[in-house]
């Protein structure tokens, strides 16, 4: 049996030729998106080829835990590039660091990191306050505890396109609350994940 574009979307794969086909369909949704997102934060193409090769790679190991949600599969494969990315910056924030002598590094720059820290984290639990109880749930469900838009849609008895949508108003509303504050949004994925 060949996997089509519309079939592979809900079937589980059970055979190499339908991995192949699955790895193929997916690879050709996401990698570029992967890619481009990785890109605009590293400036590397090295560096962004090395996200997606990674979080394909990642998705391939756990592929039958993500289940066949297309949804799922996307939130997975990019919430995997988000992490990699971050763990890429943090090294290379490391690196700086360590190409200095130990002497020449104060022992001031980690409170000011840490209150700056905690001033960012302080925010965002703010602007996550502002937010209706409803899209409030769905966001910490979704960013906080990791779940797919299918389970959170299982658990609270709605529609997946009410999760996506009640998702996205929640992440235009952050953009603007950090915008209007001065906050780079990059830095707030940090506090998602840090």
């Known amino acids: 049996m060949r996997i089509t574009h519309s079939a592979s979307l809900g079937v589980d794969s059970a055979s190499s030729e339908d991995d192949y086909q699955l790895f193929k369909l997916l690879f050709g949704q996401h990698a570029a998106g992967i890619y481009r997102l990785a890109y605009s934060q590293l400036h590397s193409h090295a560096?962004?080829?090395?996200?997606?090769?990674?979080?394909?790679?990642?998705?391939?190991?756990?592929?039958?835990?993500?289940?066949?949600?297309?949804s799922a599969r996307k939130g997975y494969l990019y919430t995997s590039a988000q992490h990699a990315i971050l763990n890429q910056l943090r090294r290379a924030h490391r690196w700086v660091y360590q190409d200095y002598p130990e002497n020449l590094v104060t022992e001031l720059a980690a409170p000011a990191s840490q209150l700056e820290y905690e001033e960012l984290q302080a925010m965002y639990g703010e602007a996550l306050a502002h937010l209706p109880s409803r899209r409030q749930l769905i966001f910490t469900m979704s960013r906080q505890q990791g779940l797919s838009n299918a389970t959170i849609a299982q658990e609270l008895n709605i529609s997946i396109k009410t999760v996506e949508a009640q998702l996205t108003q929640a992440l235009k509303f952050l953009r603007q609350y950090f915008t209007v504050r001065g906050v780079v949004i990059s830095i707030l994925l940090c506090l998602q994940w840090g």
Not at 49 to 57: A, G, H, K, R, S
Request: aromatic residues 12%; contains cysteine; proline residues 4%.
């Open 47 to 70: 560096g962004a080829q090395e996200i997606v090769q990674e979080c394909f790679l990642k998705f391939w190991e756990k592929r039958q835990a993500v289940g066949t949600d297309p």
